[in-house]
C-alpha cells in the first residue's frame, strides 16, 4: 500500500527556518519524481518543489524558489524540505508525493510562520 508520512513542521518566527521530512512506502521510491505540495484552507494544492529519481535536477514554484530546498535520500525512501526565510504566506499543510499521478495523500505536517 502507497504511504506517505511527513514531519516536522510546526511554528516559527518570520526569517526562521524548517526541515521537513517524508517518508514512502509501497512503491519502487527510486523510480519517481518526488514532490512537496502545500494547500492552504479552501484553495488549491499548490506544486512547491520537486526532485527528480536520481537526486539531480530540481525544480521549484516561483515563490519559494531560492529559499526552499528539497532533497531526497533514495536508501531511506525519504525526501526532505529545508525551508529557509520563512514568510507568513508560507503558513499552511505541506504534503509530500510522487510527481506524477499523485495518490494516497498523507496527513501533512503543519506550518505556522508568525511573529
Known amino acids: 500500500q502507497v504511504q506517505f508520512v511527513e514531519s516536522g513542521g510546526g511554528w516559527v518566527q518570520p526569517g526562521g527556518s524548517l526541515r521537513l521530512t517524508c517518508t514512502a512506502s509501497?512503491?519502487?521510491?527510486?523510480?519517481?519524481?518526488m514532490s512537496w505540495y502545500r494547500q492552504a484552507p479552501g484553495k488549491e494544492r499548490e506544486l512547491v518543489a520537486t526532485i527528480f529519481g536520481a537526486g539531480g535536477r530540481t525544480t521549484y514554484a516561483d515563490s519559494v524558489k531560492g529559499r526552499f530546498t528539497i532533497s531526497r535520500d533514495n536508501g531511506k525512501r525519504t525526501v526532505y524540505l529545508q525551508m529557509n526565510s520563512l514568510r507568513p504566506e508560507d503558513t499552511t499543510v505541506y504534503y509530500c508525493?510522487?510527481?506524477?499521478?499523485?495518490?494516497?495523500w498523507g496527513q501533512g505536517t503543519q506550518v505556522t510562520v508568525s511573529s
Open positions: 509501497g512503491f519502487t521510491f527510486s523510480n519517481y519524481a
Open positions: 508525493n510522487t510527481r506524477s499521478e499523485p495518490r494516497n
